[in-house]
């Protein structure tokens, strides 16, 4: 049977990538550094997931085990597996590269000549790349030579919203995810065989996809979160209810819309109906995600590639009204719930700066720009 290990066990790792490799034959392998989500695992042999929407299923994800990516035995696991996926978000890919070159190591001394192809599914451009390099840099030249023959990193676009349950669960690995999933990967990076693998589609244009999605569900996600901190709201449903907040949310996806279509071509028509399921997503009311939990980590949303800046740039490349992701960002600026870390540090950023140079350091944008003064603007009337 075809082996996957797939490194993080959360939430997305079970709900999303895990379920569909057990669905797809696969014998799936958890690497995570969480014992309890381990034990459980390895104790119950199977977990439930609950996908909710216009219908409410229930399946059980089941041939799976778990192994703490700490634990020497996890290169024997990668030795022998075909596929290795990651959800440990875009920052934790650095620390779990060492383990996957001393897996590649291993299969280079032994001259395992079978392919293994490596997808990323983070929300970053060019993950697996970015993972391919981390790698790289624990290799010889020998076995990176191997690697460029036998290993394929293959980058993708994962889109799905799976929330923290609090309520009426079967067990600490239970998990509820939304009806809607997309797994889109680039199909020229795979070595050998492309795996078949139900819900995983195929491109050669990724970075659409990448770019339609980041720049489309997770703008409006986080503008969404940030906007209704700011009112006291404690879900991403209760905000985006909110009509005032619908309407900055729905104007700044059609401003970053409006970039795409610039960009890639995509049917206006589509991209419009594509806005709209997204808002329904929002408003799903088995969901329950925290608001705190979507505008985490500001700086890294507030960066200048990413989910708020990159879209505000294309508005200022293609010269495009940009109003409502003005609002967003200045909306994400005053996050300061003292529970997250990065919202903390941003706040002294902003404290220790005058606010044109804080905004240039905390988003990358030239701090005369006629945006940064926009930004400003909506800054203080948020704040006064």
């Known amino acids: ?72 035995n996890i290169i024997k696991e990668i030795e022998e597996a075909s596929l290795i996926t990651t959800a440990v978000g875009p920052n934790i890919l650095d620390k779990i590269a060492p383990t996957i070159a001393q897996g590649i190591k291993e299969r280079s001394k032994k001259q395992n000549r079978n392919y293994l192809n490596i997808i990323a599914c983070e929300n970053m451009v060019g993950a697996s790349e970015h993972l391919k390099e981390m ?79 980041i720049f489309t569900l997770n703008t409006g996600h986080a503008i969404t979160a940030y906007l209704g901190y700011l009112k006291g709201y404690k879900t991403v449903r209760e905000s985006i209810m909110d009509a005032s907040i619908q309407e900055i949310v729905q104007g700044a996806m059609e401003e970053s819309g409006k970039v795409l279509i610039k960009k890639y071509g ?67 600026l005053n996050y300061d719930y003292s529970k997250d870390e990065d919202a903390v540090k941003m706040q002294k950023i902003l404290e220790e700066n005058t606010l044109e140079i804080a905004i240039e350091k905390i988003t990358g944008l030239d701090k005369d720009s006629k945006e940064v003064k926009l930004i400003k603007e909506e800054y203080l009337k948020i704040k006064s």
């Open 1 to 72: 049977m075809k082996k996957a290990i797939q490194f993080g066990a959360g939430n997305i790792g079970r709900g999303f990538i895990g379920y569909l490799l057990a669905d797809s034959g696969y014998r799936v392998v958890f690497a995570d550094v969480d014992q309890n989500i381990i034990d459980s695992i390895n104790e119950n042999k199977k977990y439930l997931v609950e996908t909710v929407g216009e219908k409410v299923e229930k399946n059980y994800v089941e041939n799976i085990s778990a192994i703490s990516s700490l634990d020497e």
């Open 135 to 213: 790698v790289k840099k624990y290799l010889s030249e020998e076995e990176i030579e191997y690697l460029k023959n036998y290993v394929g990193f293959v980058n993708c676009a994962v889109d799905r919203i799976i929330p923290p349950m609090e309520e009426n669960k079967e067990n600490d690995i239970h998990v509820m995810v939304e009806e809607f999933k997309e797994w889109i990967v680039d199909k020229t990076q795979f070595k050998g065989e492309i795996p078949k693998i139900k819900g995983m589609e195929l491109t050669e244009n990724l970075m659409a996809y990448v770019e339609r999605k």
């Open 266 to 332: 995509f049917n206006i028509e589509k991209h419009y109906q594509y806005i709209q399921k997204i808002l329904s997503r929002f408003k799903n009311p088995y969901l329950r995600d925290e608001v705190v939990r979507v505008a985490r980590q500001p700086l890294r949303k507030l960066s200048k590639n990413d989910r708020l800046i990159k879209p505000l740039m294309g508005t200022i490349e293609f010269n495009i009204n940009n109003k409502n992701l003005i609002k967003g960002i200045a909306a994400g």
